[in-house]
């Protein structure tokens, strides 16, 4: 029998809910930089940013960027920038609740995947949170996360599996992977998509509305002083935060890890407080403590002895 990978699902707890932290604050400012600028140019100059970062902390913290699976990295990292193309991409023709919804299945297929392809127990602890964590995220999103279905809303659900695949992937395919290793390869992956991007819109640019709505249908723009301060911050806050979302993968089990990360939406929601004064309806706060339920119910599991598969 293949030895059983040591599991840290509490240490795994609290990297996700610092990379939540990051990543809520950080995504705020989206809104700012869509404001004149594109996703595409946004991707690419964040890629940009985040590479010249990462090459001054590699000798600085003696960290390791030669991958020990090159293939692998690639793959991982093919499957997770898709994810976030077809995810944006949707949001230019279906509303954010219906988006963020179809995002938030990724749990669902990581137990799936875990259980068909890779064989791993998933019990009924880690089924009902699953279950639990997406109520709450219905909840926090609100009714019209669940109305307007059509073939179109197929989109984010894809993006759901993609992004679900790529987390199984983070753990059964490069275990051994350096997590800045990783990172690199995500941010590589989207910046090239954002490369492809603007020079298709360059060269057959689309008529895009003004203001965040022709964030997606922008080519390159001149860029301004806010969108360079802004997208800096967005490229070393993400750098840090999927640093320790992909940790926090390698050394638990994918299916608790991807329950956690439901508590990104409370803390999205809690910086749109803090920064815009954007406040939570009841039935949002009560969506956020099923969240946080969900979150706690795996983690209480694994600090009672729940046995760990073992890996392939």
């Given at each position: 029998?293949?030895?059983?990978?040591?599991?840290?699902?509490?240490?795994?707890?609290?990297?996700?809910?610092?990379?939540?932290?990051?990543?809520?604050?950080?995504?705020?400012?989206?809104?700012?930089?869509?404001?004149?600028?594109?996703?595409?140019?946004?991707?690419?100059?964040?890629?940009?940013?985040?590479?010249?970062?990462?090459?001054?902390?590699?000798?600085?913290?003696?960290?390791?960027?030669?991958?020990?699976?090159?293939?692998?990295?690639?793959?991982?990292?093919?499957?997770?920038?898709?994810?976030?193309?077809?995810?944006?991409?949707?949001?230019?023709?279906?509303?954010?609740?219906?988006?963020?919804?179809?995002?938030?299945?990724?749990?669902?297929?990581?137990?799936?995947?875990?259980?068909?392809?890779?064989?791993?127990?998933?019990?009924?602890?880690?089924?009902?949170?699953?279950?639990?964590?997406?109520?709450?995220?219905?909840?926090?999103?609100?009714?019209?996360?669940?109305?307007?279905?059509?073939?179109?809303?197929?989109?984010?659900?894809?993006?759901?599996?993609?992004?679900?695949?790529?987390?199984?992937?983070?753990?059964?395919?490069?275990?051994?992977?350096?997590?800045?290793?990783?990172?690199?390869?995500?941010?590589?992956?989207?910046?090239?998509?954002?490369?492809?991007?603007?020079?298709?819109?360059?060269?057959?640019?689309?008529?895009?509305?003004?203001?965040?709505?022709?964030?997606?249908?922008?080519?390159?723009?001149?860029?301004?002083?806010?969108?360079?301060?802004?997208?800096?911050?967005?490229?070393?806050?993400?750098?840090?935060?999927?640093?320790?979302?992909?940790?926090?993968?390698?050394?638990?089990?994918?299916?608790?890890?991807?329950?956690?990360?439901?508590?990104?939406?409370?803390?999205?929601?809690?910086?749109?407080w803090v920064l815009w004064g954007e406040m939570l309806m009841p039935m949002a706060v009560v969506g956020m403590v099923l969240i946080a339920a969900a979150g706690s119910m795996i983690a209480l599991r694994a600090k009672?002895g729940e046995p760990v598969a073992p890996q392939a």
């Amino acid at each position: 029998m293949p030895p059983v990978t040591q599991d840290r699902t509490l240490a795994a707890t609290g990297l996700i809910c610092g990379y939540a932290m990051l990543i809520g604050f950080t995504d705020n400012y989206v809104r700012v930089i869509a404001q004149e600028h594109g996703l595409w140019q946004f991707h690419f100059t964040r890629t940009l940013m985040a590479m010249a970062l990462l090459g001054l902390a590699v000798p600085l913290l003696g960290m390791r960027l030669r991958p020990v699976n090159a293939l692998a990295v690639v793959a991982r990292s093919l499957i997770h920038g898709l994810a976030m193309v077809i995810y944006f991409g949707a949001l230019a023709f279906l509303p954010v609740a219906i988006v963020a919804a179809g995002l938030f299945t990724a749990p669902i297929f990581v137990l799936l995947i875990s259980r068909f392809a890779y064989g791993h127990a998933i019990g009924p602890v880690r089924i009902l949170a699953v279950a639990v964590g997406f109520v709450g995220v219905i909840l926090v999103l609100g009714p019209e996360a669940m109305s307007g279905a059509s073939a179109a809303a197929i989109l984010p659900v894809l993006a759901g599996a993609l992004y679900a695949l790529g987390n199984v992937a983070t753990r059964e395919w490069c275990p051994k992977e350096s997590a800045e290793t990783l990172v690199a390869g995500f941010f590589g992956m989207l910046g090239l998509f954002g490369a492809i991007g603007m020079v298709a819109l360059t060269i057959l640019p689309l008529v895009s509305p003004s203001g965040p709505d022709g964030f997606l249908m922008r080519g390159y723009v001149a860029p301004t002083m806010p969108f360079l301060w802004w997208t800096f911050v967005q490229a070393a806050g993400s750098l840090l935060g999927v640093g320790m979302m992909i940790r926090a993968y390698q050394i638990t089990d994918a299916g608790r890890a991807s329950v956690m990360e439901y508590v990104i939406l409370p803390a999205s929601a809690f910086w749109s407080w803090v920064l815009w004064g954007e406040m939570l309806m009841p039935m949002a706060v009560v969506g956020m403590v099923l969240i946080a339920a969900a979150g706690s119910m795996i983690a209480l599991r694994a600090k009672a002895g729940e046995p760990v598969a073992p890996q392939a």
